[in-house]
């Protein structure tokens, strides 16, 4: 509604000839702004859910410290150095303190583990579930668009037929269920790998650098929760593929492409591939959530260093601290990528820019 | 006695029992004896199994179903066997409840058939029947084991209780000592219903605000679209974990509510723009110039065409929570008690039973159960669409 108001407000005053350049700039706006809204709607809703819940963490803290001894003026005062912010103020001049030491990237101190800094902590962990879930995600998404390409164009064929069987089984199944068996079975029952070697995010004892024995150590660490990955997602990307090439192929486009003769493989990757692959974009953003989710579990089977492991660790442990910088950090990865994902869908469909939701 | 039960009991197959006289009388008051026994056997199960509120719709479906073979019905001019002339169009009240009851059941049958077509979802039934009825009926076989058994240990040296599956135990030993078996067929109870509590919960809520956003639009359906924006947009497990750890869950209908919150919104916006899209239909606006009234075009021509739509996405959601349901419990940050599958999971790997390959059955027994229950959900949903979409339902 507010964009076609604007729109007409536009047209009335300029040329048509800048209108379509001031629509890209409107869209990739709104949702950058749309994309912030929603970061500042999600730090805003942890601050409330860590101090505001009845038996949240600070109060939690708070007993405890009294508990060991401590007078509440210093029980407060200690917990109030743990989550950086002060007690005596009013909760609105707290909330904006806790938002300008967001914005500076300070996200307090890990309360299990004394005196380390949560960003120092994040830091470290990130680059393993960023190559994990990243690589993992890169793969099953390149095989998933080309396998459905494939048994679309030759539907109904044997191929087809067993990759279909074999997506929608795949997909059924959650993706712990995969970490597990593939300890269960390949690693205690078959000894394919040794379970204990392949945990950690790489050898103890390799320095870090770009060695070739270090580089093949962070993979063969990390092959494992990506093989978990492939499975549990290669399964939904292959069958919405097939599905929205089928749809595709059925267009009007298609059939002007083969009548000029043009050769399959241009048709399949030029006209076909490109147009199919439009929908799933969006939802490589929304994966990238699922994926993360996941591997809360995942990384904990397998012991692999990553964000999820250390959240499945600070919620066990109650390192609140820790526990809400890992959440933000994740929840805005998520968001972020869902902005991408956006911008990138304005640029390969400029159909998306133009309308309005 | 009075109520839903999960659990089969001599108390249910009375009440069965007592619900199945009257499909059975009706066969044989009009001459159908065949469809009578078998809505006799139909009641007898769902009461043994569920209980006074288990039998008491079946009674209503079973005895639809005896009365859509035994009734003719003498308005219509194309299955009367009267001649036109002849077909009386006046009906009394009894008449007109009998009308209706034959057909529902017509309906009930071509479900039937609906669901018997699609092979991979008549599989998926399958599997959710098998679980369905392990859970229900198992207790009457299988004795649960709570406590520890020392005495189990296969020779004086062995260093643990785990065990193999062999004759005696088929899917082994636990780290006490007890049989798997018999976790496996009480474990699986609380999760499913918990579960279905959760999806039932978030497909009535994704619903009505659904169809309330897409009805009312402007003010409303702008909140209720940016807040199942926003919450679709968190990822659901981390913030799971973390209302888990700040939360005390006192019984697991609060963690259904819970799980509910959580997922309604993917469905909402589906049912939002599913709304807006059958309002523009020609048929639904033909409704609406004809007059018919707005009982008749939610129920008649609105409602036949998301039910389907609904169906599926209540699937979804059972299968989501489950998931999330067993993550939280891997995790150990759900108290749930004893036997659980999850519990058997974390159990398994606190104690060890990850890396000793004697043990494996301790947590490949439960992986296995959940993954082929979230299998079937999955590969029901494909025969949801021919049960439930009145167009693709073959007449009988």
Not at chain 2, 303 to 318: G, Q
């Amino acid at each position: 509604m507010d964009a076609i108001a604007a729109g007409d407000a536009i047209s009335d005053e300029k040329p048509v000839s800048k209108n379509t350049k001031n629509f890209t700039k409107s869209y990739t706006f709104r949702v950058i702004l749309q994309g912030i809204i929603t970061i500042w709607a999600a730090t805003t809703f942890t601050f409330f859910l860590v101090r505001l819940l009845p038996g949240n963490p600070v109060s939690i803290r708070i007993d405890q410290l009294m508990q060991q001894g401590y007078t509440i003026e210093e029980a407060r005062n200690q917990a109030a150095t743990l989550f950086d912010f002060n007690p005596d103020e009013p909760m609105l001049q707290q909330y904006s303190t806790y938002m300008v030491n967001l914005v500076q990237g300070n996200l307090g101190t890990s309360i299990t583990s004394a005196g380390t800094p949560v960003r120092d902590q994040i830091l470290r962990f990130l680059p393993w579930t960023l190559i994990s879930v990243g690589s993992a995600l890169l793969i099953s998404f390149s095989v998933g668009i080309l396998l459905g390409i494939m048994i679309a164009y030759w539907r109904g064929g044997v191929l087809d037929n067993v990759i279909t069987a074999l997506a929608s089984i795949l997909s059924g199944i959650p993706d712990y269920v995969y970490a597990i068996l593939i300890i269960l079975i390949a690693g205690v029952q078959l000894q394919w790998f040794n379970v204990g070697e392949m945990r950690g995010g790489v050898t103890q004892g390799i320095p870090a650098g770009f060695t070739v024995e270090y580089i093949s150590s962070v993979i063969k660490h990390a092959l494992l929760p990506v093989i978990t990955y492939l499975l549990a997602t290669v399964g939904v990307w292959i069958l919405s593929m097939k599905s929205s090439t089928i749809s595709v192929l059925g267009e009007d486009y298609i059939n002007v492409a083969k009548a000029r003769g043009l050769s399959e493989g241009r048709i399949l990757t030029a006209y076909v591939g490109r147009n199919a692959m439009l929908p799933l974009v969006t939802r490589l953003a929304i994966s990238i959530g699922f994926v993360l989710s996941g591997s809360v579990i995942v990384e904990r089977f397998f012991e692999y260093p990553g964000l999820g492991l250390q959240l499945a660790r600070a919620v066990g442990a109650r390192d609140y601290t820790t526990m809400q910088g890992i959440f933000l950090v994740i929840t805005i990865g998520v968001i972020v990528s869902n902005i991408l994902a956006d911008l990138v869908m304005g640029w390969l469909d400029p159909r998306v820019s133009l309308e309005d939701n | 006695m009075i109520g839903f039960e999960t659990v089969a009991s001599p108390v249910g197959l009375i009440i069965g029992i007592v619900c199945g006289l009257i499909p059975l009388g009706v066969g044989l008051r009009y001459g159908h004896v065949k469809a009578g026994v078998w809505g006799f056997i139909a009641c007898a199960v769902s009461g043994f199994a569920c209980g006074f509120l288990g039998g008491l719709p079946m009674i209503l479906m079973a005895t639809a179903v005896v009365f859509s073979y035994a009734y003719v019905n003498k308005q219509d001019p194309f299955t009367s066997r009267q001649s036109l002339e002849e077909v009386n169009f006046e009906e009394t009240t009894a008449e007109y409840v009998i009308r209706q009851f034959a057909a529902f059941g017509r309906t009930l049958r071509a479900m039937g058939i609906g669901l018997v077509r699609n092979k991979g979802g008549f599989i998926g039934f399958l599997g959710i029947m098998f679980f369905a009825i392990m859970s229900i009926f198992g207790p009457l076989v299988v004795e649960y084991e709570g406590s520890p058994r020392m005495d189990r240990r296969e020779s004086p040296q062995s260093m643990t209780l785990f065990q193999l599956p062999s004759n005696e135990f088929p899917l082994g030993l636990d780290w006490q000592g007890r049989s798997i078996l018999s976790h496996i067929v009480y474990g699986g109870q609380t999760l499913i219903v918990t579960s279905v509590q959760a999806g039932l919960m978030a497909t009535l809520v994704a619903v009505l605000f659904g169809s309330l956003a897409a009805l009312l639009g402007g003010f409303v359906d702008q909140i209720l679209s940016a807040f199942s924006n926003f919450i679709l947009t968190i990822p659901q497990f981390p913030l799971l974990l973390v209302l888990a750890s700040i939360l005390t869950f006192t019984s697991n209908f609060m963690l259904a509510v819970l799980l509910a919150a959580l997922s309604w919104p993917t469905l909402m916006r589906a049912v939002r723009a599913q709304v807006l899209s059958l309002r523009e239909r020609d048929y639904v606006e033909a409704a609406i110039t004809l007059d018919l009234g707005l009982y008749h075009i939610i129920v008649r021509e609105v409602f036949p065409n998301m039910v389907s739509y609904i169906a599926i996405n209540f699937i979804f959601a059972i299968r989501a929570a489950m998931y999330a349901l067993v993550g939280l419990v891997i995790l150990g940050m759900v108290p749930l008690r004893e036997p659980d599958w999850g519990i058997m999971i974390w159990n398994a790997q606190s104690r060890g039973a990850f890396y000793n390959p004697n043990a494996m059955m301790m947590a490949f027994a439960p992986i296995v159960a959940i993954a082929l229950f979230q299998l079937s959900l999955i590969l029901f949903t494909r025969s949801l669409e021919e049960i439930f979409n009145p167009r693709l339902r073959r007449g009988l």
